[in-house]
């Protein structure tokens, strides 16, 4: 967690129609925007380039770009798991991002193929891990936290991949 405590999640969209200059120039803006405001960031979001090392093609000066960009963040993606598709192909133009503080806080990513989200990109999913969510209630001498004793967690996931509320 930063100083005030709290961690920043940004959620980010790059459409691949704009220039390499707005491209850049949005990549620094965003940066220095979250080194301005926290240490401790995950960066969730479809970036338009193909994230990883493919060793069967050149990189193109977008991809390059965001390398140079992500040098002090971690990219927190598996290898080989596409977050796109369309028709039978599948990419990874889908990145997340965090920062050092956060990078080993993230547990169990995974990419979702398994969920109809009636979109062309896949769910990214993943745990953030922070052990200090329990803190002990000093008056009641119970532990704070979650309640999830009396939750559906099993149809968590099918609700929200299909938008049922109950």
């Known amino acids: 967690m930063d100083r005030d405590g709290r961690r920043k999640n940004t959620h980010v969209y790059q459409s691949p129609n704009q220039s390499l200059e707005d491209f850049s120039r949005q990549l620094y803006e965003l940066g220095s ?16 380039v193909e994230i990883g090392e493919r060793t069967n093609r050149r990189k193109n000066e977008r991809e390059d770009i965001f390398q140079d960009w992500t040098t002090a963040l971690s ?8 977050t796109f598709y369309r028709g039978e192909s599948g990419s990874t133009i889908d990145a997340t991002l965090a920062s050092a503080r956060m990078a080993n806080k993230i547990k169990n990513w995974k990419v979702r193929d398994d969920i109809e989200n009636l979109s062309d990109h896949y769910y990214i999913m993943y745990i953030i891990e922070d052990r200090k969510v329990k803190k002990q209630d000093n008056q009641r001498g119970r532990l704070k936290g979650w309640k999830i004793k009396d939750t559906l967690m099993g149809d968590f996931d099918k609700n929200l991949a299909y938008g049922k509320h109950k």
């Open 33 to 48: 925007n979250i080194r301005k405001v926290s240490k401790t960031c995950v960066i969730g979001g479809d970036f338009n």
């Open 75 to 82: 990219i927190i993606n598996e290898a080989n798991s596409p």
